[in-house]
């Protein structure tokens, strides 16, 4: 809306006599400013005696603009002023306009706004008007204070009006100060008025009106006050006619009604406003016209309320159109509330009660005058405040349901999601899947078939906060709340609206976890290696390149490995003898064991160089601690093989295990490897790994020193614990446009508490380089694993190839058979052990010239899983362990189990950590049994595909297969301890279970 400025103005006749002085007034009541094309009636009537001064009032004719949005003023139009009601959940719109008051026609009535001359003649014809004249020269009454002057006639046309008793010029032509005031009934609001010397000056006090029957008469009670003031002698008047010009003192405040259906108007209130102050009108330094001052305000806390009683008809206009808006000001002009020009206070509000006709429910709305941003009412304006449909003609509709995951504590999510009205909720970890739906729309209330899209916003997200457990583990970190943005980072913040929800999706970032394991703290106490643009190679820790399947950190930061296959450069340089294998020639079971000469990539090809190719990407396949890995990159113009970066967040570090790939353009895994988080094997602030124990070979002669030097814990050990995912808190406001209707959703990540009693490792499948996820406790449940590719289960058997593409898969057979015994669909004999040793024939388990070698020999594979300087065991490494025993079952001595060390129970029962004597007193080496994962989906007492076969038995796999026929597709490995009371060296596996691995230094 604009601002339009019409006006009108007040002419006074004087004619000069010898006694009387007669005063012919010809008065306009105005707006403020004068509008152009007026005509100003001068025509002096036949039968006035020509020596007498009598009033006449004349009138503008202004009827030039046709609607409010027509405004000469091109002012911006103004927002609307909200009104909310405690009924309803979305708001009345009024519009505002502000305009000079002189725009529209009345009917008689005392205490109406006057708009024309016509008003000025019906509210003052009683009564009249006061009046008092003053000589300039010696500022003496001339007419006396508040004399009155009434119209001669009944009729308007006339507009004859005089003073009783009649007044005459002076002969003199002395200058005469005119001044004014209407309507009469002010005198007795206008207190401490003074209308003499420059100004005119008054305390006002707005009337409130009485409430009778409940009915309330504020602005019937409200007069238009208005006054003039003019200086002039005969001499300087044309024809004897002295301008007297009327303005107004007050604001005027009027409602009108657009797009409403049919239903009334009961009250509207103005409330918390100023209602009373001093007033001066005086003339603006150095011009002609004169203006209101008003000051010294009383307290803000007046109200005033007006019963309308106003019935409304269903005007079907669009929302934004205007032309046919009903000024209920038009049809009731004594409601017009005309108050003391002020700054509007902040806490001023208008309230409209409305009732319905179609379902008679009443509206009680309320809101902010200043909202709209006009924050000043001025004297002589009015300002109309257009009463939109929005709230009443239209029935609007915002719905949002959120979504609730299915509780699955042992794969959270995997849990489905449902419609969940009021709340979005997932597992513990989870931080997609979730969504909410929106539908935004409103239909009409006298025609419900008629919908329109009605836009919407998220209009407020709460800080994320996190609840601590009650139990005391010492978060280092005990800010409890995360911004919004942080917290919700994907979401549609807006839409446009529809009469079907419509479904989005939303991600959290991941929740705080905390651990009773001091060496987590520890972890995240560390100071960050490397920085994003220069993160840590971790491949040349030791001065030289030494690549690996595996590489260890100990501390939060930026980290980076090369493009390279295993170990296929050592010491700086390319050890060919990784990826090729020199067949030894005739050996048993050839056929059935064959060697793999060349080993080969994701595509099947032979390895014929160090550096991997054809990378487009880098992905995270899977971690098994939550969050602690992000920003996995590919950089392929970095040194000669280009790397792969990542970063270990300092906020979750944990102990953990992380598996990183790179893939080709297609998304197929060209290769992967294995990030293991451990505060153990390392020195704080040095990654080169340390703190290893030495076990003594049980025969002499085959290693050098008779010794290995052994990894202190099993390969991707994290520590027994418990872990929580902590819950998270907040909520998500919708808000509707146009109707400003709102809906909350609750927001909860899950808490859950995970408690690894004895400890977990990876396992491996026999030949394979790729870590599968270890176990949560000793059931079969599998610790929660995160990233693009989950931990899954498929049927073998499978190629190389198909093992190197698919890292996070363990390849299981169908049934517990012989066929079944392997992952791999050929039996290679070499994948972990490249040495040229000869076999030893079929069926030899006695010591033999092949035997002893063979089993003591290790020449480390690109399929390696260990990390650079390490490798998997030979069989021979566990003789020592067993005392040489290959007992299967019952091997105790005196009722303790027979082995190199003692057995400590833990707390959970019939759990042992077996200490194995080392060649350092008072060293151990430890072994936790943590089973081996199962090979087939049927087998004994109804174990799972993947599940934890004998979990209190300490297994580890050697580089080692078997070469009996007895024993198809096996492979040797270290057993001990568990239920069978197991003591056995070269313990007989299938080459599908996957089973921990214990690395050790690399041997001659």
């Not at 007419?143 to 005459?168: G, H």
């Not at 929302?319 to 509330?337: G, H, Y």
């Not at 499978?798 to 791999?824: C, M, Q, T």
């Not at 492979?971 to 060296?985: H, P, Q, R």
Request: charged residues 20%; hydrophobic residues 35%.
């Amino acid at each position: 809306m604009g601002i339009r400025r019409q006006g009108s103005h007040c002419d006074v006749t004087v004619e000069k006599m010898k006694k009387i002085i007669y005063m012919i007034i010809w008065c306009i009541a105005t707006s403020l400013i004068a509008c152009t094309g007026t005509d100003v009636f001068d025509s002096e009537e036949a039968h006035i005696d020509s020596d007498a001064i009598f009033f006449k009032v004349s009138s503008d004719n202004i009827s030039d603009l046709k609607t409010r949005s027509e405004f000469q003023d091109t002012t911006d139009l103004l927002k609307p002023l909200m009104l909310y009601s405690s009924e309803l959940d979305f708001p009345l719109y009024l519009h505002t306009c502000i305009a000079e008051i002189g725009e529209m026609d009345a009917v008689e009535t005392k205490s109406a706004q006057v708009n024309d001359i016509a008003d000025f003649v019906a509210l003052n014809k009683t009564d009249g008007f006061h009046l008092t004249a003053y000589e300039l020269k010696d500022n003496t009454d001339f007419i006396p204070r508040f004399a009155v002057a009434k119209p001669q006639s009944e009729s308007v046309d006339e507009n004859i009006w005089n003073t009783v008793p009649k007044y005459y010029w002076p002969i003199d032509d002395r200058t005469m100060r005119f001044r004014a005031y209407a309507p009469m009934s002010a005198k007795d609001l206008l207190t401490d008025l003074n209308m003499e010397g420059e100004t005119i000056s008054f305390d006002y006090q707005v009337p409130a009106g009485e409430v009778k029957d409940n009915y309330h008469n504020a602005a019937e009670s409200q007069p238009d006050i208005m006054f003039a003031f003019t200086e002039c002698k005969r001499s300087t008047v044309v024809d004897g006619k002295v301008p007297l010009n009327f303005s107004h003192a007050l604001s005027a405040i009027k409602f009108a009604v657009r797009d409403v259906v049919g239903g009334t108007i009961e009250k509207i209130s103005i409330l918390g406003v100023a209602g009373n102050a001093h007033c001066v009108f005086a003339r603006n330094q150095g011009e002609s016209e004169f203006s209101y001052n008003w000051s010294e305000y009383g307290t803000a806390d007046c109200n005033y309320s007006q019963t309308f009683n106003y019935t409304t008809k269903n005007n079907n206009t669009g929302f934004e159109d205007d032309s046919k808006d009903v000024i209920i000001n038009d049809e009731l002009p004594a409601k017009t509330f005309l108050l003391i020009p002020q700054d509007i206070p902040s806490e001023a509000k208008i309230e409209v009660i409305f009732r319905r006709s179609s379902d008679n429910a009443i509206f009680t709305m309320s809101g902010l005058i200043r909202s709209n941003n006009v924050t000043r009412w001025e004297p002589g304006k009015e300002y109309i405040y257009t009463i939109s449909t929005n709230s009443s003609n239209w029935i609007y509709h915002l719905d949002v349901l959120g979504s609730e995951q299915a509780i699955n504590d042992d794969e959270p999510g995997k849990g489905a999601f449902k419609d969940k009205e009021g709340h979005i909720i997932v597992n513990q970890t989870v931080t997609k899947g979730a969504y909410y739906k929106v539908r935004s729309y409103r239909e009409r209330a006298d025609n419900l078939n008629i919908k329109e899209p009605v836009p919407w916003k998220i209009s407020d997200i709460s800080d994320g906060t996190t609840i601590f457990p009650q139990e005391e583990i010492g978060f280092p970190d005990q800010n409890p709340a995360i911004s919004a943005d942080e917290w919700i980072p994907v979401r549609v913040s807006s839409g446009d609206g529809s009469a079907d929800y419509k479904k989005i999706d939303v991600e959290f970032c991941p929740q705080m976890t905390g651990t009773t394991h001091p060496g987590d703290w520890d972890l995240q106490s560390r100071a960050e290696y490397g920085t994003a643009e220069s993160p840590v190679d971790l491949s040349m820790i030791y001065g030289k390149m030494n690549t690996a399947n595996c590489y260890v950190v100990n501390g939060p930061g930026y980290f980076k490995f090369p493009l390279v296959y295993g170990n296929a450069i050592t010491d700086g340089i390319t050890n060919t003898g990784c990826y090729r294998y020199t067949d030894p020639g005739t050996y048993a079971n050839k056929t059935t064991f064959p060697s793999l000469t060349s080993f080969v990539d994701y595509k099947g090809n032979a390895i014929s160089s160090p550096g991997i190719t054809g990378a487009a990407d880098a992905v995270l396949v899977w971690e098994d601690a939550y969050n602690v890995i992000s920003d996995v990159k590919l950089n392929p113009a970095d040194g000669q093989y280009g790397t792969v970066s990542f970063k270990v967040n300092k906020k979750n570090l944990q102990q953990g295990n992380v598996v990183i790939a790179i893939r080709d353009a297609s998304k197929v895994i060209i290769w992967s490897w294995h990030i293991w988080i451990t505060e153990h094997w390392t020195n704080e602030g040095d990654l080169r790994l340390t703190g290893d124990v030495v076990l003594g070979a049980a025969d002499a002669g085959y290693v050098q020193n008779n010794s290995f030097s052994v990894a202190p814990q099993n390969l991707g050990w994290c520590d027994s614990k418990n872990v929580w995912y902590l819950k998270r808190t907040g909520d998500i406001t919708f808000t509707q446009d146009v109707s400003g209707k709102q809906v909350k959703l609750d927001v909860e990540q899950r808490e859950k508490k995970i408690e690894y009693w004895i400890g977990n490792n990876t396992y491996y499948q026999f030949g394979r380089k790729d870590p599968i996820v270890g176990f949560m406790n000793k059931g079969s449940v599998v610790k929660y694993n995160f990233g693009y590719f989950p931990y899954v289960i498929e049927a073998q058997a499978k190629s190389i190839a198909e093992g190197i593409r698919n890292p996070h898969i363990l390849f299981v057979g169908a049934e517990a058979i012989a066929s079944n015994n392997d992952w791999l669909n050929t039996h290679y004999h070499n994948l972990w052990n490249n040495s040229a040793t000869v076999p030893p024939p079929a069926g030899s388990v006695a010591p033999s010239g092949k035997i002893l070698p063979y089993h003591y020999s290790g020449v480390k594979t690109v399929y390696d899983p260990c990390p650079a300087g390490y490798q998997v065991p030979p069989v021979a490494f566990f003789k020592k362990i067993t005392n040489g025993l290959a007992l299967d079952a019952n091997a105790l001595v005196n009722g303790v189990l027979n082995f190199n060390g003692t057995a400590e129970e833990l707390t959970e029962k019939g759990y042992y950590i077996y200490k194995i004597n080392t060649e350092t007193p008072g060293v151990y080496l430890n072994l936790t049994g943590t089973g081996h994962r199962w090979y087939a989906t049927g087998g004994i007492e109804n174990m799972p595909a993947g599940g934890n076969f004998n979990p209190g038995t300490a297994y580890l796999w050697s580089n080692q297969i078997v070469f009996t026929n007895a024993n198809a597709l096996c492979a040797y490995g270290l057993a001990l301890g568990g239920k069978d009371d197991t003591s056995n060296f070269h313990f007989v596996g299938r080459r599908a279970m996957a089973r921990p691995v214990r690395p050790v230094k690399i041997f001659k």
